[in-house]
């Protein structure tokens, strides 16, 4: 999905990875894409890098197992 191979995302690239996953961009999703990528953009540099991007791509652990 880093189709630059820079170890990040912008937001517009990010935007435009989950609307290949969704489907057809609407309004409303517009909005939601906006907010995951700032609620993800731990470090708010404006850039989803690869540690924040697994955080929101692979499901945590359960640690009481």
């Not at 170890?7 to 999703?29: D, N, P, R, V, W």
């Amino acid at each position: 999905f880093d189709y630059r191979n820079l170890g990040y995302m912008t937001q517009e690239e990010f935007s435009h990875f989950l609307f290949s996953y969704i489907g057809k961009q609407a309004e409303c999703e517009t909005r939601a894409a906006v907010h995951l990528f700032q609620r993800h953009d731990v470090d708010k540099d404006g850039r989803i890098n690869y540690a924040e991007f697994c955080r929101i791509m692979v499901p945590k652990i359960d640690k009481r197992l």
